[in-house]
């Protein structure tokens, strides 16, 4: 069986301690396996030490060109990546090219950005301004590069896509990383980190994996470092909290649990290109990687009077996906299995949980026959859509606006369709990633983005002019903020150049006007 | 005996329980009392369903009228309130109109920025972009007000500009405002707020009060709420760490510990305009407020060869303070007590851990007769400076490195005149909110600015030809970033719009190119 290694303080360990084992969640064969590295605190030195200098020396444009050359270098071996993230991840072959080519994208989204942010070793933010009115002496804000280790925390559902978009921003930066991918996935992960150390002319501890259980990897953090973490809430906290954490100040960034919403306008009617859109992104965001997506569709707001439409179609084109269930292996298979067996057991405990504030009117969550699998075998759902009444919809309390289950499940839940319910609703889920609004009443979308933005990462307004152009929600480009307020934890990542905000450290420069120019290649101001 | 009062949920409340003492710290005499205050969740929820439509009804220009309106409202009230911080905070006449005319001056420039800022209810943030090359669908980041509440934890030193500084910022951005002042020194603050509610015009529902303990305040804070505290490292932990701040990904700002560096050029020798002004600078930090402050240096870098001259300038300048310390009533007085006998226990405490480090070269901690009272009353400590060895200077684990002894207390540390020996000491402090750098070396100057800007908020260059214009880098003008990484809490507040992005969500708006137009006043991008 592969042996994967973790690739820390410059060289490639096996780890030690039992091995840890990796399956293919459709067969629950074993793929791979892994051991706990050791060493964690020298690691992050060496990155701190060796990688953050070399990083600094290159300049933006520099390591734009770094990234450049990693993303042609993903991209050279997307066939094989393709194949670990059906075998290892449950994937089907759209699902890897959806995380695989996702992070090329971000990689190369952030070669050409740094490309153009100059040789300063800072980026200047705002203006050149005197420090108050009359006085001679001038502030400018600088963001430069901070001289710790950029520590990704990746979750299970895109090893490719989660790996290289953290680290696209982070080298853009100037800060060395050290990844740690899910255990469960890091088949795909461990691949591309083989290749970037391969091939990929990185600068010496600009790059380390850490494969398995962190460890005590907190425990030597430092003042200058960052944490960007994706996953669960509970882990989340675990971060946020953690002792060495808080004393030395580090950065954390969390991305966390989202119980995204879409909004059918009351405009928005059966045979529009608008209600088509609204039901093909519906169900792409439901059975996309299995509904293990972060951005993933969880709460359905429709107008009552469109109820009985919406549920009568979504039902048909969820019960097509269900009978394509199975084996990504599998040519005919749309929806592959969840990840792992806990996976499974947690969505199930939430299946159960939802079911205390909901009706559950379609899917079958103890089927145990999957496409081109023995029955019983593989960690499958097929996709559930629950319907709550209107009185529910409104109630804070309710399971649907508190609990993500990470599979492909969601909750229909009706509104009187007027912005104030709509908001009501969506704001019970106390922040989240991603909402998307249907509708081409001008009145209805400018009332909803004043009232849905602040309890948002995302507003995606679709309307029927851009209806054809129209990507579906949960897809994250580059150049938008990927973070929510509240339960989604409070963070932002990607965003073009806001994301980077992340790794620099804003620092104002105080003095003569003259002293700044030079020293900055600012105006006089 | 004056009863001071929390305003909460629109009303005057005395609190319960036992009295709260407040004293004058140069005479021990009380002068004031208040009381626990109760009922902290329904404050917060009144603050956020009255307060924050209203203020976010208003719009930017409104609310940099409202702004104007109390810096004007502040200043009229001037002397009452210089009269309170001299009485309940030891401040002399100049540490309480640092204290005051910089709260109104914070309210002044942020009520300017405001009329700026356009009527829309959120500041466009970046371009318009389209989502990936050659599509129709474009993305604009908005930054708009968090709907919540923006509780205010301030710290004893500055009661008025604490207060007023921030509250500047969140009522900017359309947040309502829950003010927390420290308890030992709240007599300015409470007056303050009585002021604002009384003339201020305020809707109703924009500011509160809490006195006194926080109680289960934090148990009440939800997903849109953003807490900025200043203070000590250990209580910046706690509410980081808090269940619910964590629970619902709050968003906290910590301004905390900070072991401020001054790095005198190898170029800058005595005799010269800028040597006289690094000294000046110097005495100035060490002793205004009493060096409670922040911002005040700790930690004086000096060329070895320079020592000399420094040790013995700064010896008779600070003798000098010392004979001049005791009540701020007293017209020659020049620096008051500190504000309470916890803090000069605390103070003590840090002077021996000092010792252990470094040799005490000036001042005597066990004086007990200052000017205007009688021997033994008052929270006095004279100037208090010590001096390290080179060696003992480039350990990080030295105690002045380590421990901020919140007083008139600072270390010379000798250097060898490089940056790298400068840099490695100033990080040694793990993070700071400024440094200053005084040279006309242009070499030195510019390294410095490379090797400094990621351990800082705030670096300050002092050069020969704006000597004469410099002000002492303690004062934190409203157009500088306030915070530092590490040690000094991570946070950022003030830095004119940059300090807005605390109280505002940022949100990626996505749709088509015309919709975003129109919903936005964008381009078409």
């Given at each position: 069986?592969?042996?994967?290694?973790?690739?820390?303080?410059?060289?490639?360990?096996?780890?030690?301690?039992?091995?840890?084992?990796?399956?293919?969640?459709?067969?629950?064969?074993?793929?791979?396996?892994?051991?706990?590295?050791?060493?964690?605190?020298?690691?992050?030195?060496?990155?701190?030490?060796?990688?953050?200098?070399?990083?600094?020396?290159?300049?933006?444009?520099?390591?734009?060109?770094?990234?450049?050359?990693?993303?042609?270098?993903?991209?050279?071996?997307?066939?094989?990546?393709?194949?670990?993230?059906?075998?290892?991840?449950?994937?089907?072959?759209?699902?890897?090219?959806?995380?695989?080519?996702?992070?090329?994208?971000?990689?190369?989204?952030?070669?050409?950005?740094?490309?153009?942010?100059?040789?300063?070793?800072?980026?200047?933010?705002?203006?050149?301004?005197?420090?108050?009115?009359?006085?001679?002496?001038?502030?400018?804000?600088?963001?430069?590069?901070?001289?710790?280790?950029?520590?990704?925390?990746?979750a299970f559902n895109f090893p490719a896509w989660g790996m290289l978009g953290k680290l696209a921003v982070a080298l853009a930066c100037g800060m060395p990383v050290l990844s740690k991918p899910a255990t469960s996935t890091a088949v795909l992960a461990a691949r591309i980190a083989e290749i970037l150390v391969a091939e990929g002319e990185l600068p010496a501890g600009a790059f380390s994996l850490l494969l398995g259980p962190a460890g005590d990897l907190l425990d030597h953090v430092g003042p200058q470092d960052v944490v960007a973490f994706t996953g669960s809430a509970d882990t989340g906290a675990r971060i946020?909290?953690?002792?060495?954490?808080?004393?030395?100040?580090?950065?954390?960034?969390?991305?966390?649990?989202?119980?995204?919403?879409?909004?059918?306008?009351?405009?928005?009617?059966?045979?529009?290109?608008?209600?088509?859109?609204?039901?093909?992104?519906?169900?792409?965001?439901?059975?996309?990687?299995?509904?293990?997506?972060?951005?993933?569709?969880?709460?359905?707001?429709?107008?009552?009077?469109?109820?009985?439409?919406?549920?009568?179609?979504?039902?048909?084109?969820?019960?097509?996906?269900?009978?394509?269930?199975?084996?990504?292996?599998?040519?005919?298979?749309?929806?592959?299995?969840?990840?792992?067996?806990?996976?499974?057991?947690?969505?199930?405990?939430?299946?159960?949980?939802?079911?205390?504030?909901?009706?559950?009117?379609?899917?079958?969550?103890?089927?145990?026959?999957?496409?081109?699998?023995?029955?019983?075998?593989?960690?499958?759902?097929?996709?559930?859509?629950?319907?709550?009444?209107a009185a529910a919809a409104l109630d804070p309390a309710a399971a649907f606006h508190r609990i993500e289950v990470f599979a492909p499940v969601a909750t229909l839940l009706p509104y009187d369709g007027s912005v104030a319910a709509a908001a009501r609703i969506v704001a019970a889920g106390e922040g989240s990633l991603v909402t998307t609004v249907y509708s081409d009443d001008r009145v209805f979308v400018g009332e909803a983005v004043t009232a849905l933005a602040p309890l948002l990462g995302r507003l995606v307004i679709a309307d029927e002019k851009t209806a054809n152009a129209s990507l579906s929600p949960g897809c994250v480009f580059p150049v938008v903020n990927h973070g929510g307020p509240g339960r989604a934890g409070g963070g932002g990542e990607l965003g073009g150049r806001a994301g980077m905000q992340l790794y620099l450290q804003r620092t104002t420069i105080q003095g003569g006007g003259s002293q700044l120019a030079r020293l900055l290649g600012t105006g006089v101001g």
């Open positions: 069986m592969k042996r994967l290694q973790s690739y820390l303080a410059g060289s490639w360990h096996e780890g030690q301690g039992d091995p840890i084992v990796l399956h293919n969640p459709a067969t629950e064969s074993p793929v791979a396996e892994l051991r706990k590295a050791t060493a964690l605190g020298e690691a992050l030195r060496y990155a701190r030490e060796t990688g953050g200098p070399a990083l600094r020396a290159l300049g933006f444009p520099q390591r734009g060109a770094l990234l450049s050359r990693l993303a042609k270098l993903v991209h050279t071996h997307r066939e094989e990546l393709l194949d670990l993230a059906m075998e290892n991840g449950g994937n089907t072959r759209g699902d890897a090219k959806f995380d695989v080519d996702g992070g090329t994208a971000v990689l190369a989204a952030y070669a050409e950005l740094a490309s153009k942010l100059g040789d300063a070793p800072w980026l200047l933010e705002g203006d050149v301004e005197p420090i108050m009115r009359g006085s001679k002496i001038r502030a400018q804000h600088v963001l430069c590069p901070r001289v710790g280790v950029a520590i990704h925390v990746n946020r909290g953690h002792a060495q954490v808080v004393a030395h100040g580090v950065r954390v960034n969390v991305e966390a649990d989202s119980l995204n919403a879409v909004v059918l306008g009351p405009d928005v009617g059966p045979g529009s290109e608008l209600f088509d859109l609204a039901i093909r992104d519906l169900v792409t965001e439901l059975t996309q990687k299995a509904g293990q997506k972060c951005t993933a569709t969880r709460r359905i707001l429709v107008p009552q009077e469109r109820l009985d439409d919406v549920r009568q179609v979504l039902r048909e084109r969820l019960a097509d996906v269900a009978t394509k269930t199975g084996d990504p292996q599998q040519k005919e298979v749309r929806m592959g299995p969840l990840s792992t067996a806990q996976q499974l057991h947690d969505a199930q405990a939430g299946l159960r949980a939802l079911a205390g504030s909901a009706t559950r009117i379609a899917g079958d969550p103890a089927r145990r026959s999957f496409v081109g699998v023995p029955e019983g075998k593989g960690w499958f759902l097929e996709p559930i859509l629950f319907e709550a009444t």
